[in-house]
């Protein structure tokens, strides 16, 4: 069983920052891949960004050079820097980590970027 838990969600004013962390408990063994997916009302989720145990990193074109993902392998944590955020990014966030061949997912987080 592999728990994840994201937090630090919440309402920013357009421009603002967040950051978003993803602790990884339970079972596990070598997590390959970590990453974040967002879903906004009405919209299919859609990745967000990903970095790899090796720290190798994608990111949708929506997102670069304002958003940053990183990890700590030593505590099975993931984060999401947002920096300059803007109204479209506006969703509910989860993490996901694929592990063993399979993908698990967080309950996910709401960020709401609002005036």
């Known amino acids: 069983q592999v728990q994840l838990v994201e937090s630090g969600g919440g309402l920013v004013q357009p421009g603002g920052s967040l950051r978003l962390s993803c602790a990884a408990s339970g079972r596990i063994f070598s997590i390959a891949a970590m990453g974040w997916h967002r879903q906004a009302p009405g919209k299919q989720r859609e990745l967000v960004a990903v970095?790899?145990?090796?720290?190798?990193?994608n990111y949708a074109d929506s997102v670069k050079g304002r958003f940053t993902i990183s990890r700590d392998n030593a505590k099975n944590t993931g984060y999401l820097q947002m920096n300059s955020l803007k109204p479209e990014d506006t969703a509910v966030y989860y993490c996901?980590?694929?592990?063993?061949?399979?993908?698990?997912w967080g309950q996910g987080t709401q960020v709401t970027v609002s005036s």
């Open positions: 996901n980590v694929v592990m063993g061949g399979y993908v698990h």
């Open positions: 970095i790899t145990r090796g720290g190798g990193t």
